[in-house]
């Protein structure tokens, strides 16, 4: 069992910036492949970062390529989602998640894959 916490969320004006982390408890996160989804009013929910279990490779939306970061500090057993020109379209309850099985190098876009997940932060931004 993997417990996923995430915090960092809030409001922020376009242009600005936040950053988002999940700390797990209970298995280390080197142990899976992790993601960030999102998922605003009215929307499903949309894939946003995918980092790797191991060689840190990572994959992104084309909605954020360029402005969003994820990162993994195993020490401290927490994903982060950097997010800069932060756009009123970003506005969203964000999710991480770990994924239950991942091969070395292999990043995960589909949530169905993900089998543990945080209770959302809400991010706003504000145009």
């Known amino acids: 069992q993997v417990q996923l916490v995430e915090s960092g969320g809030g409001l922020v004006q376009a242009g600005g910036s936040l950053r988002l982390s999940c700390a797990a408890s209970?298995?280390?996160?080197?142990?899976?492949?992790m993601g960030w989804f999102r998922q605003a009013p009215g929307k499903e929910r949309e894939f946003v970062a995918s980092?790797?279990?191991?060689?840190?490779?990572?994959y992104y939306a084309d909605s954020v390529k360029g402005r969003f970061t994820i990162s993994r500090d195993n020490a401290k057993n927490t994903v982060y989602l950097q997010m800069n020109s932060l756009k009123a379209e970003d506005t969203a309850v964000y999710y991480c998640?770990?994924?239950?099985?991942?091969?070395?190098?292999?990043?995960?876009?589909?949530?169905?894959?993900?089998?543990?997940w945080g209770q959302g932060t809400q991010v706003t931004v504000s145009s």
């Open positions: 980092i790797s279990r191991s060689l840190t490779n990572t």
């Open positions: 998640a770990a994924a239950g099985s991942a091969f070395d190098g292999e990043v995960i876009i589909i949530s169905n894959r993900y089998l543990y």
């Open positions: 209970g298995r280390t996160v080197s142990n899976y492949a």
